[in-house]
């Protein structure tokens, strides 16, 4: 199983960024997927998660309406669209296939 | 403040045995699985519980889980000193629709 993050870096309060975790070994197209985030030196928190069909997704409250899961079963990816971003959203951003398997990350910067 | 409680530190000599608990409310870990999570410095967190008390292939059996009511426990025996590590429980949230994951422990081999 392999999960790589990719679209993290710097962006400025206000700003948007869309993250990829491409999937491979294991069948993506069955398999629920979550993004998990962790601001330095603190703990996990769980940000969305989307069904293996992609017909339900779920967020943290604090992500409503700016944050959006989707995934691509046909090139075995899920996106996470983050918009207004804001300094509370600076962490490192995981994928994770059904909070089993954990991509090694990226980190999301929101400074000015 | 986390949804679910974990202390924010243990500790054990080698050899020893460990527990780290987990606390939480009838939504979560009342009606639902827990999962532990098991993170080094700079790495990502890796599997070691699910389902309350399962563990995946090629977790030694030295992790072991348990739940009762809105509680759950992570012991591990025979402390090693690579056991040294951040520890995370998790659970799904029935009131908040969402995943929610306690503060996390980090645990010190003396």
């Known amino acids: 199983v392999q999960l790589v993050e990719s679209g993290g870096g710097v962006v400025q309060p206000g700003g948007s960024l869309r993250l990829s975790c491409a999937a491979s070994g294991f069948t993506f197209s069955t398999s629920g997927m979550h993004w998990v985030r962790q601001a330095p030196g603190k703990g996990l928190q769980w940000v969305a998660f989307?069904?293996?069909?992609?017909?339900?997704?779920y967020y943290v409250d604090s992500v409503k309406g700016r944050f959006t899961i989707s995934r691509d079963n046909s090139k075995n990816t899920v996106f996470l669209q983050m918009n207004s971003l804001s300094v509370e959203d600076t962490a490192v951003y995981y994928c994770a296939q059904d909070l089993w398997n954990w991509g090694q990350g990226t980190l999301v910067t929101v400074s000015s | 403040q986390s949804v679910l409680t974990q202390p924010p530190s243990a500790s054990g000599t080698p050899g020893q045995r460990v527990t780290i608990s987990c606390s939480g409310s009838?939504?979560?870990?009342?009606?639902?699985?827990v999962y532990w999570y098991l993170q080094l410095p700079g790495t990502a967190p890796k599997l070691l519980i699910y389902?309350?008390?399962q563990r995946p292939s090629g977790v030694p059996d030295r992790f072991s889980g348990s739940k009762s009511g809105t509680s759950a426990s992570l012991a591990i025996s025979g402390l090693r000193s690579e056991d040294e590590a951040d520890y995370y429980c998790a659970a799904w949230d029935d009131s908040l629709s969402g995943w929610v994951f306690g503060g996390g422990t980090k645990l010190t081999v003396l």
């Open positions: 389902r309350n008390n």
């Open positions: 009838s939504s979560n870990i009342g009606s639902n699985n």
């Open positions: 989307v069904r293996s069909d992609g017909s339900n997704k």
